[in-house]
C-alpha cells in the first residue's frame, strides 16, 4: 500500500525487503487516497513505484488506485 499523497516511505522499502525474505513473488500494488490526488501527482507516484520496482521481482506488478 502506498499513499498517493505521500508516496514511497522508508516503511516501503522495509516492506519490500520483508516480503522478498518471505520469498513472496507476486502481489497488487495498492494506491490509496487516489481520489485526493492530483493528475500530476498521480503520475509521479506511479512512475516513482515502477522505479522502485525494476530492479527486482516485481517490476511490472499490477496496481490499483484506491479511494479513501
Known amino acids: 500500500m502506498i499513499a498517493a499523497d505521500d508516496g514511497i516511505k522508508p516503511q ?3 516492506h519490500l525487503a520483508i516480503i522478498d525474505l518471505l520469498g513472496i513473488r507476486s502481489g497488487l ?7 485526493i490526488a492530483s493528475p500530476e501527482r498521480l503520475a509521479a507516484v506511479t ?6 520496482l525494476a530492479g527486482t ?12
Do not use: M
Open 12 to 14: 516501503t522499502l522495509e
Open 29 to 35: 500494488v495498492a494506491l490509496t487516497k487516489a481520489d
Open 47 to 52: 512512475a516513482e513505484i515502477r522505479a522502485t
Open 57 to 68: 521481482v516485481w517490476r511490472g506488478l499490477k496496481s490499483c488506485r484506491c479511494r479513501r
